[in-house]
């Protein structure tokens, strides 16, 4: 059977558990400058505190345990430490050529985790997710306020970037590409691009199932590049993913009436893993974990959810008390949709 054929099977017969945020699970550790660095970059001419996915590199174990808390959790899928790992976004960082060692590196690191995990849980049915994230620069929007016309960086470029790390991502071992945390779908569309091109260039290599996230960033129910829910869903269905969900900028509580939107709309499955609620005055998540699993509880009760974990704040507590409270119900029904012709 294919990944594919796998991860559908199980979507199927229940809702499916995703891990938690990596970065708030980093800040517990309350790394410094001298740790991002390691040994290898300690002369590096630029600050690398913040650079999470450098981690990969210099820090392999905190970020294995950290996925190793998720599973244990009851996480049935883990995102790579991946978020900003392509090109364009570690340029901020000027580690451009490290990109395609710090995917590898990250999709390695989590199918070890997974190996461990599985040998003390045989029975268990564990994924991992190669994260490919927004990008720090949008095709869609300009960043000089004067100048809305100009774009920062054009479709071949983002496409490339995403090309290598995918290219990274399926050599280092993910079972699922995971295009999430979109608010620009023009961006999207070219990982999307990237992944068909991939998969046809390395036509031996089996073609791995995708999902899609999006991000709704306020109560307007659009992207921040403008999209309602259904012109972003509509926008990337071409991908034929395996799930279409939404993720960060809102806690479950926000995300409500959007989930069941999109519960309406989908011809695929659908998955949610919002923020622990929304930040504080300090830029920090109060939601309890009870909380959290209460609110997601509602969603799938409605038969909202097929697939279900936690973004900003979220933790391996947050992702236990989730898991515990699907436990509860069924998964959405896949909806009869007349094919278009």
């Known amino acids: 059977m294919t990944k594919r054929e796998i991860l559908t099977g199980l979507l199927e017969q229940r809702i499916l558990i995703i891990d938690g945020a990596m970065g708030t699970m980093i800040q517990r550790h309350k790394l410094q400058e001298e ?3 390691g040994e290898r970059f300690k002369d590096w001419h630029i600050d690398l505190k913040g650079n999470n996915d450098l981690l990969c590199l210099t820090q392999p174990e905190i970020i294995k345990g950290i996925h190793k808390q998720y599973l244990t959790a009851g996480a049935n899928i ?7 790992a392509q090109q364009v976004s570690m340029a901020d960082y000027d580690m451009q050529s490290l990109s395609y060692e710090i995917n590898f590196a990250a999709a390695q690191i989590a199918q070890q985790a997974v190996k461990e995990f599985k040998a003390e849980h045989p029975d268990a049915n564990c994924f991992v997710a190669g994260a490919i994230g927004p990008m ?16 920062a960086i054009t479709f071949d470029e983002v496409a490339t970037a995403y090309y290598e790390q995918i290219d990274a991502l399926v050599k280092g071992g993910a079972d699922i590409l ?4 979109i608010f620009d779908t023009l961006n999207a569309k070219a990982a999307i691009f990237a992944i068909e091109k991939y998969f046809r260039d390395y036509s031996e290599i089996e073609k791995l199932p995708v999902m899609i996230s999006g991000t709704i960033t306020d109560a307007s129910g659009r992207t921040l590049s403008g999209q309602t829910l259904e012109a972003f869903y509509i926008s990337v269905m071409h991908a034929n993913p395996v799930s279409i969900g939404l ?3 809102l806690g479950a509580e926000q995300m409500r009436p959007h989930i069941a939107e999109l ?5 695929c499955f659908v998955s949610a893993y919002p923020n622990a609620g929304l930040p504080n005055a300090m830029g920090e998540y109060d939601e309890t974990p009870e909380q959290t699993a209460a609110i997601v509880g509602q969603f799938a009760a409605d038969g909202w959810l097929n697939l279900v974990g936690g973004c900003c704040g ?4 947050h992702i236990a008390a989730i898991a515990q409270e699907m436990k509860k119900y069924e998964a959405r029904h896949l909806p009869e949709v007349a094919e278009i012709i």
């Not at 883990?78 to 900003?84: L, Q, R």
């Not at 995971?178 to 945390?181: A, C, G, Q, V």
């Not at 979220?314 to 507590?317: N, V, W």
């Open 314 to 317: 979220t933790t391996p507590e």
């Open 35 to 37: 740790d991002y660095r």
């Open 136 to 151: 720090n620069k949008t095709l869609s929007l300009s960043p000089d306020v004067n100048e809305p016309g100009y774009r």
């Open 247 to 249: 993720n960060c900028a």
């Open 178 to 181: 995971l295009i999430e945390t």
């Open 263 to 267: 519960s309406e709309l989908a011809a």
């Open 78 to 84: 883990i995102e790579t430490n991946t978020f900003n």
